[in-house]
């Protein structure tokens, strides 16, 4: 009885612990498995940024291109306007110098018509390169701004591409560790189980015995109750002889004990003189 309570105790505290290394399994698990998807995620998360800082960068390469051909365009027009006007101004000299050394009126007068058109050719000119100034600075602006964007957006694609090897790193590491934990709880809970199954094995046994013991104490009981149910009928008997008069004995006489004799302690004679005895002796 003492073994088997003492080896159901026992099992129950390795249960306890089996139960403890199990949950101990699951939570490292937990947190490995956490580990993994937050590495995973993160390196979808990256490559989805990436891959939109790409096609950002495309679109800014793609703006920044039609902004480049744009100032190219102005400046050669400029260049060609400038080219033009420097003609006009030629002409406008020579013009000039026909009209003072001109003998005819009639050549005077078509130099003069000449001279205000080409006059006004050349403040057109001014008027559409300053235009035009304006417009390439303005396109200039432009190019230099989407030259920073472009780099910002290059600048992070480069930090995120830096980042995913760290994360390939933890998610591979957190990957194996998830292999390892799973056998692991694999193995506590066969443990468990197993020491579960003993502990039921046991207790069912104790219990088999507690149960007899119960049955046997039952009939013990009843027997002693049936016992008990017949003594009554002795009791009304004995009730009976104690409702009748008791009968007066005639009391015996019991003999005197005899009283030891006491000893008594002899008296010393006092001790007499030698001459009273000689005086005895002779008187005699």
Not at 15 to 36: I, Y
Not at 192 to 215: G, H, I, M, N
Request: hydrophobic residues 25%; proline residues 4%.
């Amino acid at each position: 009885m003492e073994s088997l309570e003492k080896t159901v105790l026992q099992l129950r505290k390795k249960q306890q612990e089996a139960t403890r290394l199990r949950k101990k399994a699951e939570k490292q698990l937990k947190e490995v498995l956490s580990a993994q998807r937050r590495s995973s995620s993160g390196l979808n998360s990256i490559d989805k940024k990436i891959e939109s800082e790409k096609e950002d960068a495309s679109d800014v390469s793609d703006v920044l291109n039609q902004k480049n051909s744009q100032l190219a365009s102005i400046e050669r027009l400029i260049q060609a306007a400038e080219e033009r006007l420097t003609r006009e101004k030629e002409a406008i000299e020579q013009t000039e110098q026909e009209i003072e050394f001109s003998e005819n009126p009639e050549e005077k007068q078509y130099a003069e018509s000449r001279l205000r058109s080409l006059r006004d050719h050349v403040e057109e000119l001014i008027s559409e390169i300053k235009n035009r100034q304006k417009t390439a600075k303005k396109i200039a602006d432009d190019v230099a701004k989407f030259d920073t964007i472009k780099s910002k957006i290059s600048t992070k694609i480069q930090k995120q591409s830096q980042a995913k090897p760290s994360l390939r790193e933890t998610m591979m590491s957190s990957k194996k560790d998830a292999e390892k934990f799973v056998k692991e709880l694999e193995r506590r809970k066969k443990s468990e189980s197993s020491v579960k199954k003993a502990l039921e094995k046991a207790s069912s046994k104790l219990r088999e015995f507690l149960d007899k013991q119960r049955k046997t104490a039952a009939k013990k009981k009843a027997t002693k109750k049936k016992a008990t149910k017949k003594k009554p009928a002795r009791k009304t008997a004995a009730k009976k002889k104690a409702t009748q008069p008791k009968r007066k004995q005639p009391k015996r006489k019991q003999p005197k004990r005899k009283q030891p004799k006491r000893k008594q302690p002899k008296r010393k004679q006092p001790k007499r003189n030698p001459q009273e005895k000689n005086v005895k002796l002779f008187f005699l």
